[in-house]
């Protein structure tokens, strides 16, 4: 499985950005996996950002970006969206998508995701 970010780049605050992560590999990839994205600013840990689980396409969002991101994904062209809006300065990072084969409790955690993509920067200005 290979997953491939790409939608990043310069927005000033209060713009929007759409994150795109393909999916390819395994032809049943996007609908037997969750998927997931995660954010890296510099000097700081990979931090959870938001997840949509394979079995009812239930989203989940980071408290930080609740109401404001919006994690999706489109079956017929294997790919996951991260639609972000009203963003602000400290949402400026590498941001990662993710895979995994099955549900996990511990979605939240960075360790518990098998596949990365290669991540893309999103830079917020003020």
């Known amino acids: 499985v290979q997953l491939q970010a790409s939608g990043g780049g310069l927005v000033q605050a209060g713009g929007s950005l759409r994150l795109s992560c393909a999916v390819s590999g395994h032809t049943s990839s996007i609908y037997t996996m969750s998927m997931a994205w995660f954010r890296q600013a510099p000097g700081k840990a990979r931090e959870f950002v938001a997840a949509v689980r394979s079995s009812n396409s239930s989203p989940y969002h980071a408290l930080s970006v609740k109401g404001r991101f919006t994690i999706s994904r489109d079956t017929a062209k294997s790919t996951v969206y991260l639609q972000m809006n009203s963003l602000k300065p400290d949402d400026t990072a590498v941001y990662f998508c993710?895979?995994?084969?099955?549900?996990?409790?511990?979605?939240?955690?960075?360790?518990?995701?098998?596949?990365w993509g290669q991540g893309t920067q999103v830079t917020v200005s003020s």
């Open positions: 993710a895979a995994r084969g099955y549900w996990s409790v511990a979605y939240t955690s960075s360790s518990s995701w098998t596949y």
